[in-house]
């Protein structure tokens, strides 16, 4: 299984790693490299938890999960 679940100081590391290339990029570039990456955000508000399903082919997991 692909699935793997993922704490908040990791997404927050990978973002702010991320956080000066993502300034340059224009809205437009934005919203196409996040399209090219992930299929689908699925949120359950019960379980306070919000799964990003990544695309087959882009090296990624299939699913990352993050808890509030």
Same mark, same amino acid.
Request: charge should be negative; glycine fraction near 10%; proline fraction near 0%.
């Given at each position: #299984? &692909?699935? &793997? !679940?993922v #704490?908040? #100081?990791e997404v927050v590391g990978?973002?702010?790693?991320f956080d000066g290339a993502w300034g340059m %990029?224009?809205?437009a570039e934005r919203e196409e490299l996040v399209g090219s990456l992930v299929e689908r955000v699925e949120h #359950?508000? !019960?379980a306070e938890a919000?799964? *990003?399903?990544?695309?087959d /082919? *882009? /090296? %990624?997991p299939a699913a990352e999960e993050v808890m509030a």
């Open positions: #299984d &692909r699935e &793997r !679940l #704490d908040e #100081d990978a973002v702010e790693a %990029l224009t809205g #359950d508000a !019960l919000v799964t *990003v399903v990544f695309k /082919g *882009v /090296g %990624l």
